[in-house]
């Protein structure tokens, strides 16, 4: 009877368990229809987040530079804007 039973559970197992991963691999696209009318996209950035080289060029630490190391505390993870994008260097002139 034991056997019978895994016999029976076994493949109904693997069954659940290969739709449901179907059902979670399929992609859902989403477009500006998905969203309610009047709805507004933006973005937004910082030269703290982008630039780096606080110390380079003439530059000093800006306040957050100073913010952050002085009060680390006060940010969730801690982080600095020590190792940012590092626009200053990665920067091209063409």
């Known amino acids: 009877m034991a056997l ?4 029976l559970l076994l493949p109904l197992s693997l069954l659940i368990l290969m739709v449901g991963a179907q059902e979670h691999s399929e992609k859902k696209s989403v477009h500006r229809s998905s969203f309610p009318a009047g ?3 933006g973005t937004a950035s910082a030269s703290y987040q982008y630039e780096g080289a606080a110390a380079e060029g003439g530059r000093g630490p800006s306040i957050w ?8 505390e006060a940010i ?8 940012p994008i590092d626009f200053y260097h990665r920067y091209e002139v063409k």
Do not use: K, Q
């Open 4 to 7: 019978g039973l895994c016999g």
């Open 39 to 41: 709805f507004l996209f």
């Open 65 to 72: 530079d100073t913010f952050t190391h002085d009060h680390p």
């Open 76 to 83: 969730a993870d801690r982080s600095t804007g020590d190792v």
